[in-house]
């Protein structure tokens, strides 16, 4: 037993640190909310030297082939910085599917591209009356011939107005079991009777876009993965890109304590800071308290998806899903009351961070959701000990 | 990283429980709250098995064996305390202070005499301890200790009165912190004295407890006279080795009650299967379902936390104050899953264990009213918060508590 990071883990993780202090300060942040893209081409080339998009692609197509708790270094890092633009999107959804069950001539299409950083891509899978379930698709992709005609609504599709590939679920089948019915296609977004609207949101470091299906017609050679079957390969993507997500968190979460901590250290009223008052001195220690929680529990859930087997890697990504995002929310909100008026203010730095909490704690599935699927998973497995 | 046991690991942990299952004793029943109607029924069953742990060589795994140990290490005690924590806990009761700070603090602060005197008795089951440390006016403020022990040629003549004093009643020595310099204040001056609990002048009072059990005391100290050779460590030392020692301590018992606790997320589940809501299962009911998940990865928390610091342990790191989140970690979720437990249980709530209609034999009655005891019992959960806030973040100490080193 050894839960500890590795030497490679700790250097990715310094050479972000570095990096980003560099490239993504506060003002970088800001500006990429007003920016209609939400990123830079020049940032975007900065990551790829860094081979941060190549991480998780897989050598026989231009990768590294790393362990999803390497990437995750990088992605703390990014949740620490409130990082703006489509890595999240491309690499934990689009790249992640791709791998997991493209065949070799879409593998060849997209993957070397995306790992050098020409390539973007998402996952366009919620839908108006699923809310925040992830396993509610019924939008319909209709066989006519050897085509399928995809017609719907996707919604809170991330990044979908810079993506030059969906990864888009349907139904080919009705029903409202998940595990038959659904297939994933591979969409060119440009492709015609698609349409993509970016939504002003409340965090606009991660755009969010609706995307329109009018009868979309597609050859089989975009099904991705089995037909009827891309459950299989969605919930797997899934369970990946919620521990992504929830390392996302630890990180906003612990930078939110520091920030709360070094402004109670500094703060002066009634003549001393305002760190020497109990009920200052305890809601910090509780940010320590709920972001150290939160990484033992992300350290057991990356593991599981590396190493462990399917079952404790289910349960895993909820329970770490859950408990994560919720906990950047409570840091958050925590640290806006430390830092009281200052806090509550556009110039402080804070409110980004508070803004996407609250969007990470309601994407891939919202904590309720996930207690849920944790109760069943309990139910037909028991506890794994 | 890796999370898994080695394949040795692995192997002894079947043994342990192959082994385990042949040597519960036959009148432990896990089904009830209580298998020993009385503390001396408990204590023999405590006792009895205890000595069968020690011939089956699963005694104190990480103590050298001349100490009555097993000189393996302290992986394999995890795994033997975790196995146990969720087998028979109850059994394990009464050695609660024996094993988890008598033991470490004299190994490791001990002079030889004092190991041989004491540790094999403790592992072979025959000797229990208690642990004096709070007093009347010295409760999350320790350092306030008055209980005073003035040196007299070979013996110290110790005075005062301990309160909160767990299993004194039932306990052979107790691990006494006094005052030995009299002219001393807070930390400074205090000594830990090792002392036999037959000896005259020490009276125990048992006090009642909300659970209506009573594991704590009072204990008077009337001109008792312990041997020099029960100092621990030097004069004026008690402090450091109060804090230090049991902070190792503390990173193993985090370990077994995450242990304890998925045990107890097993017996909710069953229990929300039985109890009925409008004629079906509770467990039907998504609030409950809501409120026992949320409860598991609270568990699941203190879990991978206790196995997160201990691995930074068996690499070598000293644990430090950031040992008060896991005392946090089994404290406070601990009464958030308790009071789910009774919601479950609905008007069933009150119903004590033993009657008619009770739930589980009254486990959750009483492990809801104890677990009011866990955030201040070992340091109230105030008291973990300012460590925290001022040991780990560096935040000022507030000014009241200022002028204390």
């Keep these: ?385 | 990283m890796d999370f898994r046991l080695t394949s040795e690991q692995e192997d002894f942990r079947k043994g342990f429980v192959a082994w385990l299952e042949k040597n519960i004793p036959d009148d432990f029943d896990p089904s009830r709250r209580r298998s020993y109607e009385t503390e001396e029924d408990l204590k023999r069953a405590y006792i009895d098995f205890q000595k069968r742990l020690s011939d089956g060589a699963y005694a104190g795994m990480h103590y050298p064996k001349e100490y009555g140990g097993q000189g393996k290490t302290i992986v394999e005690e995890a795994i033997v305390l975790q196995t146990l924590a969720a087998t028979c806990f109850e059994l394990r009761w009464p050695g609660v202070i024996t094993h988890g700070m008598a033991v470490p603090v004299i190994y490791t602060c001990g002079t030889e005499a004092q190991k041989k005197m004491f540790l094999t008795k403790i592992h072979d089951g025959t000797q229990l301890w208690s642990q004096g440390f709070s007093e009347p006016d010295a409760g999350s403020d320790v350092a306030n200790t008055s209980t005073l022990a003035v040196r007299k040629n070979d013996h110290y003549i110790v005075n005062g009165q301990k309160v909160w004093t767990s299993f004194a009643h039932v306990s052979d020595y107790c691990l006494l912190l006094v005052r030995t310099d009299t002219g001393s204040s807070k930390h400074k001056g205090l000594s830990y004295l090792l002392v036999d609990m037959s000896l005259p002048g020490i009276d125990v009072r048992p006090m009642t407890q909300i659970t209506g059990e009573a594991d704590f005391n009072e204990v008077f100290f009337d001109n008792v006279k312990v041997p020099v050779d029960m100092l621990l460590g030097a004069e004026g030392q008690g402090w450091q080795i109060a804090v230090t020692t049991l902070m190792f301590e503390r990173v193993l018992g985090d370990v077994v009650m995450g242990a304890a606790y998925e045990k107890k997320i097993e017996k909710m589940i069953a229990m929300a299967q039985l109890v009925k809501r409008s004629g079906r299962p509770a467990l039907e009911d998504p609030i409950f379902r809501q409120q026992i998940a949320g409860a598991y990865i609270e568990v699941q928390v203190l879990k991978y936390h206790g196995l997160r610091s201990f691995s930074r342990q068996l690499k070598g790191g000293v644990p430090g104050p950031e040992g008060s989140v896991g005392k946090l970690l089994w404290s406070e979720p601990n009464q958030r899953l308790t009071e789910a437990a009774l919601g479950v249980q609905g008007i069933f709530s009150q119903i004590m264990g033993g009657a008619p209609w009770s739930i589980q034999d009254g486990f959750w009655q009483f492990d809801f009213l104890r677990s009011k005891g866990n955030t201040i019992e070992a340091g109230t959960s105030e008291i973990q918060r300012n460590i925290i806030a001022e040991r780990v973040l560096g935040l000022p100490k507030d000014v009241s508590r200022a002028s204390i080193k």
């Design chain 1, 1 to 385: 037993m050894d839960i500890s990071l590795n030497k490679t883990q700790r250097d990715i993780a310094k050479e972000a640190r570095r990096f980003l202090k560099k490239e993504c300060p506060m003002e970088f942040v800001k500006e990429m909310c007003e920016d209609e893209r939400g990123f830079t081409e020049d940032i975007w080339k900065k990551m790829a030297d860094m081979d941060w998009m190549a991480m998780r692609i897989p050598e026989s197509y231009g990768g590294i082939g790393m362990d999803l708790m390497d990437l995750n270094m990088v992605l703390e890092e990014m949740g620490r910085t409130v990082f703006p633009g489509p890595f999240f999107s491309t690499i934990l959804l689009a790249a992640e599917a791709i791998v997991a069950s493209g065949s070799d001539a879409q593998k060849d299409r997209y993957l070397p591209g995306i790992a050098d950083g020409n390539l973007r891509g998402t996952l366009a899978m919620n839908e108006p009356d699923g809310g925040a379930d992830t396993d509610y698709i019924q939008m319909a992709a209709r066989a006519e011939g050897d085509d399928f005609v995809l017609t719907g609504t996707k919604v809170s599709v991330p990044d979908a107005h810079v993506a030059d590939v969906l990864v888009c679920a349907a139904r080919t089948e009705s029903g409202n079991d998940p595990n038959k019915g659904i297939t994933l296609f591979l969409v060119d977004p440009r492709e015609p009777g698609v349409s993509v609207s970016p939504l002003p949101t409340m965090d606009s470091t991660r755009k969010l876009c609706v995307v329109e299906f009018k009868g979309v017609r597609l050859g089989k050679e975009s099904i991705l993965g089995e037909r009827h079957r891309g459950w299989g390969t969605l919930k797997q993507v899934l369970q990946r890109a919620q521990i992504g997500l929830s390392a996302e968190c630890v990180g906003g979460a612990e930078r939110v304590m520091e920030i709360a901590t070094d402004y109670a250290k500094i703060r002066i009223q009634f003549n001393q800071p305002i760190g020497t008052f109990q009920a200052v001195k305890h809601r910090c220690a509780q940010m320590y308290l709920e972001a150290e929680s939160a990484r033992s529990l992300l350290y057991w859930g990356a593991w599981a998806q590396d190493y462990g087997d399917e079952k404790k890697a289910a349960v895993a990504a909820s329970a770490v899903k859950s408990y994560c995002s919720e906990t950047f929310t409570h840091n958050a909100s925590g640290a806006i009351q430390v830092l009281g008026g200052t806090g509550f203010t556009l110039e402080s730095e804070v409110h980004f961070y508070l803004k996407r909490a609250k969007g990470n704690e309601m994407a891939l599935g919202d904590p309720a959701f996930h207690r849920e699927q944790v109760m069943g998973l309990l139910q037909t497995n028991g506890i794994d000990k």
